[in-house]
């Protein structure tokens, strides 16, 4: 939209010619040009290639000369012609993979309620329980677990006690696009991956509770990495139009073999939504899943004895860190002369400044455990 010049070139990297239009805008040749590839294959088919047909080329561009134009541009054209003859030959295929997280968020038809995940990032394949709201989901290792974080985030609610199974299965690798699943039929093909990938799905086939939700992680360069589907009942359309049968043809139900009853749920006729993950444990709120001494500060206790100008802030900064419990303790309200250089603010004045910023923080960082006690 802000271009002022472009250019259309025909470049062939292998056997056939690929239309390339170039464009730069005023600030050029400060700023890089764009490159659109005009007859491209369909998005997700090549990696660093946006719907638009945007080349994303090497971010590590250091325009140090920028009057000489010819070399900067040979230097882009050679970018944008190696992105076009890697994806040719399919050489940059693993690249999907190693950026699985942003391209599984791309996909089309992917659902508008994202799924919060305290999991850990880890194999084995196994059985994990979520729990559904009407926006988004929460996944955990326990019901427990989820149960705390959803107190924590919104409040001590009867609903939350309770939250249904969920299969998680532990990739071997991260999956390509190619791989993503589009039916019941193409879970069951990855659950047979993994070691227990069967057993656990027939797990989740047994509670026979649609939609059946299926969490997929696998370890990258950049760690672990989630994704999630829905797996819904299977539709069959016969003679007499679309019906949903619970079982395989010719059982009745509750009597079909388990094995058999697993394949039917995870069929071909079973219809799948992609779900985007978004994780809220503590290993990637407090180091983004590289920092190797949040597993140790997720196990310390500390106690922040004097919760005033000094002390409050401190525990701030210990909940931010990582610190998986805090215990505050200071025996006075908080007045409006505290507001000015406390974490918490008028709408806690009045209240025991324990209280106020146990509350505060708790909800800002619901992984955490913390807790105010009035009192020296």
């Given at each position: 939209?802000?271009?002022?010049?472009?250019?259309?070139?025909?470049?062939?990297?292998?056997?056939?010619?690929?239309?390339?239009?170039?464009?730069?805008?005023?600030?050029?040749?400060?700023?890089?040009?764009?490159?659109?590839?005009?007859?491209?294959?369909?998005?997700?088919?090549?990696?660093?290639?946006?719907?638009?047909?945007?080349?994303?080329?090497?971010?590590?561009?250091?325009?140090?000369?920028?009057?000489?134009?010819?070399?900067?541009?040979?230097?882009?054209?050679?970018?944008?012609?190696?992105?076009?003859?890697?994806?040719?030959?399919?050489?940059?295929?693993?690249?999907?993979?190693?950026?699985?997280?942003?391209?599984?968020?791309?996909?089309?038809?992917?659902?508008?309620?994202?799924?919060?995940?305290?999991?850990?990032?880890?194999?084995?394949?196994?059985?994990?329980?979520?729990?559904?709201?009407?926006?988004?989901?929460?996944?955990?290792?326990?019901?427990?677990?989820i149960a705390r974080w959803l107190k924590h985030r919104h409040g001590d609610k009867s609903e939350y006690e309770r939250s249904d199974v969920a299969c998680l299965l532990w990739?071997p690798a991260p999956l390509l696009p190619a791989e993503y699943p589009r039916s019941g039929a193409a879970l069951y093909g990855l659950a047979r991956r993994t070691p227990e990938?069967?057993?656990?799905?027939?797990?989740?086939?047994?509670?026979?509770?649609?939609?059946?939700?299926?969490?997929?992680?696998?370890?990258?360069?950049?760690?672990?990495?989630?994704?999630?589907?829905?797996?819904?009942?299977?539709?069959?359309?016969?003679?007499?139009?679309?019906?949903?049968?619970?079982?395989?043809?010719?059982?009745?139900?509750?009597?079909?073999?388990?094995?058999?009853?697993?394949?039917?749920?995870?069929?071909?006729?079973?219809?799948?939504?992609?779900?985007?993950?978004?994780?809220?444990?503590?290993?990637?709120?407090?180091?983004?899943?590289?920092?190797?001494?949040?597993?140790?500060?997720?196990?310390?206790?500390?106690?922040?004895?004097?919760?005033?100008?000094?002390?409050?802030?401190?525990?701030?900064?210990?909940?931010?860190?990582?610190?998986?419990?805090?215990?505050?303790?200071?025996?006075?309200?908080?007045?409006?002369?505290?507001?000015?250089?406390?974490?918490?603010?008028?709408?806690?004045?009045?209240?025991?400044?324990?209280?106020?910023?146990?509350?505060?923080?708790?909800?800002?960082?619901?992984?955490?455990?913390?807790?105010?006690?009035?009192?020296?």
């Amino acid at each position: 939209q802000d271009s002022a010049a472009g250019w259309s070139m025909l470049i062939q990297p292998s056997n056939r010619p690929r239309s390339l239009d170039l464009y730069v805008d005023s600030l050029f040749p400060f700023s890089r040009p764009s490159f659109f590839l005009r007859d491209g294959p369909e998005f997700l088919t090549w990696p660093h290639v946006e719907e638009s047909g945007k080349l994303c080329l090497l971010d590590d561009v250091k325009i140090r000369r920028p009057e000489l134009v010819a070399d900067f541009l040979a230097s882009e054209m050679a970018d944008a012609f190696r992105l076009v003859q890697e994806s040719e030959s399919g050489t940059n295929q693993a690249d999907f993979q190693a950026e699985f997280h942003s391209y599984w968020n791309r996909q089309p038809k992917l659902s508008d309620q994202p799924v919060y995940s305290l999991l850990e990032g880890r194999g084995p394949s196994r059985l994990v329980s979520l729990w559904r709201g009407q926006h988004w989901c929460v996944a955990g290792e326990t019901e427990d677990e989820i149960a705390r974080w959803l107190k924590h985030r919104h409040g001590d609610k009867s609903e939350y006690e309770r939250s249904d199974v969920a299969c998680l299965l532990w990739l071997p690798a991260p999956l390509l696009p190619a791989e993503y699943p589009r039916s019941g039929a193409a879970l069951y093909g990855l659950a047979r991956r993994t070691p227990e990938g069967l057993q656990v799905l027939r797990a989740l086939a047994r509670e026979d509770k649609a939609p059946f939700p299926v969490l997929l992680v696998a370890d990258t360069d950049n760690g672990p990495c989630f994704a999630a589907v829905d797996s819904f009942h299977p539709k069959r359309i016969g003679l007499r139009g679309t019906s949903t049968p619970k079982t395989p043809p010719g059982f009745r139900p509750g009597k079909a073999p388990l094995d058999l009853q697993t394949q039917y749920i995870f069929s071909g006729y079973a219809r799948v939504e992609p779900r985007q993950v978004d994780r809220v444990d503590a290993a990637w709120i407090h180091g983004r899943g590289h920092d190797p001494r949040q597993r140790d500060l997720a196990g310390k206790h500390v106690i922040v004895a004097g919760c005033g100008s000094v002390g409050a802030p401190l525990a701030q900064q210990l909940a931010m860190a990582g610190v998986g419990r805090l215990t505050l303790v200071d025996p006075q309200n908080l007045v409006w002369a505290n507001i000015g250089r406390y974490p918490v603010g008028s709408k806690f004045v009045g209240r025991a400044k324990t209280k106020a910023l146990a509350e505060f923080l708790q909800e800002n960082l619901p992984h955490l455990r913390i807790d105010g006690f009035v009192g020296t």
